[in-house]
């Protein structure tokens, strides 16, 4: 049974800072490249970064959060984290991570991530 459970989401003001952890449980970990999504009520699931399995993983981010946003992993711990720096209201969402299993070309959608967390919710407000 493979779990995916996020923490670390909250109530965070403009310009502040949030850290979101993934722990996962029941796949091998270290063979997944993992993604972090958004979404809102209002919107489609959007991607906002993705990290390779590796050693020296290499991340990609949507245009809306690159320079703020850091993924990283502890493949150790099983745990895939989002640094948020510069927190926008418009990062107000429900907070998503998941592992890749579809086409690694495809790593940007959510259809390519077979296994998701529950999400955590991020509100951005003054």
């Known amino acids: 049974q493979v779990q995916l459970v996020e923490s670390g989401g909250g109530l965070v003001q403009p310009g502040g800072s949030l850290r979101l952890s993934c722990a996962a449980s029941g796949l091998t970990f270290s063979n997944y490249r993992m993604g972090w999504f958004r979404q809102t009520s209002v919107k489609e699931r959007e991607f906002v970064a993705h990290i390779t399995s590796w050693n020296g993983a290499s991340t990609f981010y949507a245009d809306s959060v690159k320079g703020r946003f850091t993924i990283s992993r502890d493949n150790t711990k099983n745990t895939v984290y989002l640094q948020m720096n510069s927190l926008k209201p418009e990062d107000t969402a429900v907070y998503y991570c998941?592992?890749?299993?579809?086409?690694?070309?495809?790593?940007?959608?959510?259809?390519?991530?077979?296994?998701w967390g529950q999400g955590t919710q991020v509100t951005v407000s003054s």
């Open positions: 998941a592992a890749l299993t579809g086409y690694v070309a495809n790593y940007d959608l959510p259809s390519a991530y077979g296994y």
